[in-house]
């Protein structure tokens, strides 16, 4: 497409094309054959001197929105970028650079009006797009690899650029594409078009060649493990589509006499609630779904473990939804997960394998390496082994396609184990729910490979359960980090967090009210650790804090049974601590105001965690660099000694 249009009042931001390319074509996609030299436009390539410059103009961009998913805005003037919601893409032919030596290079971008300054962040596309075509739902799928950081000038005319080097990797017979993003709070737009449109800026040396890895080396060699959610249908985004101060989640499983106070003896059915949004026209449900999806994939999650508990009704039309809401995203993978805990599995056999045939036929359908299709568990050891080769073998008949069963156990006792994995794939567990059993666990992937399978690891947050009066004492994100270096450090297979979406046992890490999307900002460096197999990399600036909103002897002033910190048989006594958890690329100054103490601390480099007292009041964390905002939490949810009702949840706030 031509690129139009465009505005004269500007300022330059300008960031480099990391060296961390280095590895094969993680720098661009492969769009088929080098085309033919006769029928290319040289895009205004620029040649001055010794070492020589070589200017790249955009053949393709275009920008994404979530707040309008479906709309392209091919036509737009400018190319805009507001934090993760508001994405820029470029693509240049770099075919004029086979064989060359190159010493740098550089991308330019030209600001058309900033809002608000921050980062902007260059990653590799992971696949081809259609300027004419592109949205929000049909963006390629985020890669977490960073080609290059920047700061956003605040006055107009400013330059911010980035020296980098081993940009050798731009030698190729590929076209580069480009998904910029910025950091969280930015709002600027860049010049689309004329002398002010975005630029690649080579610089070459004299003389010199080099090769790159063959198309398609460097993402195999990078795939280390796959992390899938397990998604519960019973807790979508919305119920009944009503707007949220008087919706299902609102009146009847929030409030204490919800459904005709059914839950009043322990305070109401649910504490927490999916992220409200406004009602929907249409298809909401399916909207709903497909959001979900798109926040999973911006968190690095693969897929989603479904838990299917019924072969017909809502939750079962929720599951089928779900699969083809991955269906019309892309890039995301769905795997049946029969919980023999539920009714379904009271089903003939050849009933639940009809059913699971229904689910199969959805392109969304995970497959193993071996072209298998997945079929997951919960509680395996609810049924013999003996009911799965059942159910497998029929399913394998009926499908003309092998099956490979991820057997998770809620007890993963080594005779379970030995039992059942003559008949998986996977093995897995759903956890421990302590830091202390975490760190005390045995290295089940090691007793998993022993038996000649796959482990899939669980990764939670926190465990708290108002209908059972039982809780886990989780130690803020304590557990979280320890199920995540468990994972990463044992070598397994495949992790399941646990849970997207389970909201009656407070383990959901999807974005809601008491969390917002703190405990997946937490994660997606972890996320990306056990994909890539790199160790932790911090590329942005992450502050969250977490806290109780009472403390664990809070009395409520609504009658309620006491909750017990013992829940799976845990030993943990429950503290009142507030912690800040910070993830920066520079020491910071960090203020932390508990009620009426103020805290203030320098945060180092890389990953840090402080824990404050609990205090009745009023929880704030301020973090700065150099005189300029990086964190400013105010979370929305104070402290206090006399709660209605008893939640021994940990609230959330991030910057992300």
Known sequence: MSLQGGRAKWGVASLALSAVCALGLVVGFLLGPQPDAASIDRHSAVTTGSPRDVVLSPIAAGWTSESDPEASHAESPELALRGNTERTWLTFDTSGLTGLAINSAELALTVDDVRRTGDVRAHAASAAWDADTLTFENQPKHRTEILGIASIPSKRGGVAALSLESAETLSTTYLLGIELRASNGTDVSFSRSGDSAPRLVVTLASEGHFSIAAPGAADSARQKGIVFAHYFPPFPVSIDNEPPDSDYYAEEYLKPDGENGKHSEYGGYLRDRPLPRAPREGDWRLADLRMEVRQAKAAGIDGFTVDLMSLSGRNWDTSRELMRAADLEGGFVVTPNIDATSGLVDSPVSEIAGKLVELYAHDSAYRTENGAVALSSFKAEGKPATWWSELIDDLQNKLSTPVDFMAVFLNASDDNMALYAPISYALGAWGARTPDAVNAASDNV????????????????????????????????????????AAIDEGADFVQMVTWNDYSESTQLAPSVAHGTAFLDISRPYIAAFADGTGLQFVDDTVAVTYRVQPAGATPSSPQEPMHPTLGGAATPPRDSVEVLTMMRADTTVTVTIGESVHTYIAHRGLEVKTFPLAIG???????????????????????????????????????
């Open 618 to 656: 009023d929880v704030t964390v301020v973090a700065a660099r150099d005189g300029s905002a990086i964190a400013d939490l105010e979370p929305t949810a104070s402290v206090t000694a006399s709660p209605m009702v008893l939640d021994l949840q940990y609230h959330a706030a991030s910057n992300e």
């Open 446 to 485: 090691a007793r998993a490979h022993a038996l000649g399978v796959k482990w899939m690891a669980p990764v939670a947050a926190q465990d708290a359960r108002p209908s059972a009066s039982l809780y886990a004492e989780s130690r803020n994100t304590e557990l979280l980090r320890a199920m995540w270096d």
